[in-house]
């Protein structure tokens, strides 16, 4: 068996590379076809794959670092490096939304009635579920912190509970901003006001989703015994990921639902 | 001159202190309570009180040596698998299930890209004139 004379990993030949790009393609080749010729078809294979190939790659990750102790000292430090630079990314995703938020609303133009909210928009109430909103997320980051600290004092019982609830804290969140984007009195047609608040909204609601998706597989993974007290990055992967979706909620409440109203 | 031989006083003996029970805070302790506090001797005696019941209680060490909390630890196992030298790539290390979800994979992702490849092909063609 050949040895190598360094600390990092060399990954074995992995097809989910490929089935990751073709699922991009027939998602992307998919959307088109159904605003043109009303087929779900393509789309929804692209969808399936994409789902298959994360499912795949992440359990080979987990093979890798938790079954076969690839994840030595210097891999787990690229893997930190990895996901900074990931969330730097997202970071920057969101900041667009918060441009166009704010060049909209600092000098708001005539056809709006050149004040914000626009003239006939009636805003949400920021004392009311946006604030329960900004309550269970401070709590969830509270409870994911427990979480973190249960793991590394070697608290089975503990890590399990408090990971639970920060999800539940994840899924109520969730199902708050449901009721909310139901019962609201202006759509994401309603000009400019509608489009900012709905697409910055919601694309944070997708990443409370995938925050809360993350999470989940962490709890699974502490369940069955894959985190040590002292190797657990998985977990604070996730834990960052919720911190950071955490925030960007604390400026989106303090900008778009309190200035903005 | 009285301030310097009280502390020569207090450098030349050994000072013993506790934390007092009334206002929580250290005050002073002679040598005895310091080396044999009040809550480390031992209260419970070396002898096993006799058995009153009828039936002995079952003893911790016979119910298994660790509480299941949400099942038992199969790392270790799982581990053992996956470090088999049997030369298989990650993804097809478990043998029949890997290499099924594989296949349906990558018949799904090559079929797909055929039937991507034809649907842009036909969509691409102009449309007749009506």
Redesign the interface.
Known sequence: ?AHQAHAYHM??????P??GA??A??MT??LA?WF??HST??MT??L??TL??MY?WWR?II??G????HHTPPVQKGLRYGMILFITSEVFFFLGFFWAFYHSSLAPTPELGGCWPPTGIIPLDPFEVPLLNTAVLLASGVTVTWAHHSIMEGE??QT?QSLALTILLGFYFTALQAMEYYEAPFTIADGVYGSTFFVATGFHGLHVIIGSTFLAVCLLRQ????FTSEHHFGFEAAAWYWHFVDVVWLFLYVSIYWWGS | MILSVVWLTILSTKMYYKVSGVTGKLTGATAASAYSPQGLKGTVPSQAPPIIFAVPTKVVSETGSVAH???I???PE??M???K?DGA???L?RGVMDKM??RT??G??IG??L??LM??YI?AQPRKPQ
Request: proline share 4%.
């Open positions: 068996m990954v074995d030949p992995s097809p989910w490929l089935t073709i699922a393609l027939l080749s998919g076809i043109h010729f078809m393509l294979l692209g399936v794959l298959l190939t795949q080979d093979r890798e938790t079954f076969q102790g089975r019982k399990i369940i069955q015994y894959h | 909390y949400m099942g630890n199969k790392v799982l581990q698998i996956f470090q030298t790539p990650v993804h290390k979800l594989y994979m990558m799904l992702t797909g890209t039937y991507c649907a842009l969509v």
